[in-house]
């Protein structure tokens, strides 16, 4: 399929969640069928559609990964990162970050839910870590909207736990252990 048509279709699928949501308005569709039926949708969707894929066969070739990442993400500068604990969300972030020059030792900021590094060009990146988050408020009291509006880099881990939030540029990217468990990064 090519781009144009996949652009309509996902316009087509859009138009239909705009539907659904209101026919659900006048009480159409059951009570229990809720938003999250249409974000896991949608997330099915853009698996179908995602059209780079990175093979990380080791730790050692985690670095080549992640300079290949850069080179395809083009402008995106909000990346969501997506995959089952242990998938390698924080060690690809490492690498990132290791690719953009960061000197400093970067950590998953599990309770701090946000950490603030320096490229090597001295340009921020932030590193969230929402796996902790219980409310949606969480994340507006630490000012994630300021912080994915800056036009700066944003490294988002556990992304399911603001899905609502995130804003629409955002890069969704899948990290997904394999048989062999190497990693594949799906975006």
Known sequence: ??????????FEINYCFSHLIS???KKVLPTNFDSSDFISLRHIIEEYFMS?????RNLKDID???????SLKQERQVVALYG??????TTFTKAICSALGVPDSVNSPTFTII?????????????FDFYRINKLEEAFDIGF?????????????????????LPDNCLKVHISVLDDESREVTF
């Open 23 to 25: 026919i659900k308005s």
């Open 64 to 70: 080549r990964a992640a300079k290949e990442f850069l």
């Open 145 to 165: 909207e300021e912080f994915v509006d800056s036009g700066e880099l944003c490294l988002i881990e556990w992304p399911e736990k603001i899905e609502q939030i």
């Open 52 to 56: 780079n894929k990175i093979i990380i």
């Open 84 to 89: 089952a604990m242990g998938a390698g969300k």
């Open 1 to 10: 399929m090519d781009r144009i048509n996949k652009i309509l279709f996902i």
């Open 115 to 127: 950490n603030e590094y320096r490229s090597g060009e001295g340009k921020p990146i932030y590193h």
